[in-house]
């Protein structure tokens, strides 16, 4: 399966977050959901111009922001010098083979991301072998059917249920919040208990 990609052209930056975006998936909701202790380190895995970094910058110890747009990349980096945040670290590279340690993080957020990967198994191969026993897997897509005119074309788009099979081998559904333009889905590796 080849995932659909973003492309960092033509009006890119207010489309990741204009104020029609910010309205219908508001970053401090879904950050908030994430329930983040001061101490987790979090693999933001796509988190091109820091959209939910940012938030969560403010509630975990460390977030490292991994992604393959050097566009992306240099507005985050800009951003971070701009407001003198020390706990951000930008990582250039694939989220199907992320530059992180074996089990080394509490928290993966992929955030509008599912729909690009071209393996999903992979994917969530590698969202387990970077997250540490007791970890988190949280995955926030597009609805299918959006009322909102936001995101990927709806033939690219991967329903909720779809997800929580791909991801059924290596985790557990810990909690789903869904509304009518995304859902978020948390998870906990199999066989740990919920921290």
């Avoid at 460390?62 to 951000?88: Q, S, T």
């Avoid at 387990?128 to 033939?155: A, M």
């Avoid at 788009?157 to 995304?182: G, I, K, N, Q, W």
Wanted: with cysteine.
């Amino acid at each position: 399966m080849q995932g659909h990609r973003f492309e960092a052209s033509g009006d890119w930056l207010e489309r990741l977050e204009g104020e029609k975006r910010r309205r219908a998936i508001p970053p401090k909701n879904v950050v908030e959901r994430l329930n983040l202790k001061s101490t987790d380190r979090v693999a933001d895995l796509g988190a091109g111009v820091g959209y939910f970094a940012f938030p969560m910058a403010n509630r975990a110890s460390e977030i490292l922001c991994v992604d393959v747009e050097k566009k992306m990349l240099e507005v985050l980096v800009e951003r971070i010098r701009k407001k003198a945040i020390r706990n951000m670290t930008p990582l250039r590279g694939n989220v199907q083979e992320p530059p992180i340690v074996d089990s080394s993080v509490d928290h993966v957020l992929a955030a509008f991301l599912y729909h690009e990967v071209d393996d999903p198994r992979i994917f969530i191969y590698e969202c387990n072998r970077i997250l540490r026993p007791d970890g988190t897997l949280t995955i926030v897509d597009f609805q299918k059917h959006s009322p909102v005119d936001i995101g990927p074309p709806e033939e690219v788009r991967v329903t909720p249920e779809r997800v929580v099979r791909s991801c059924a081998t290596l985790f557990s559904e810990r909690s789903r919040f869904e509304d009518p333009v995304y859902y978020q889905i948390s998870f906990s590796k199999k066989g740990c208990a919920v921290r």
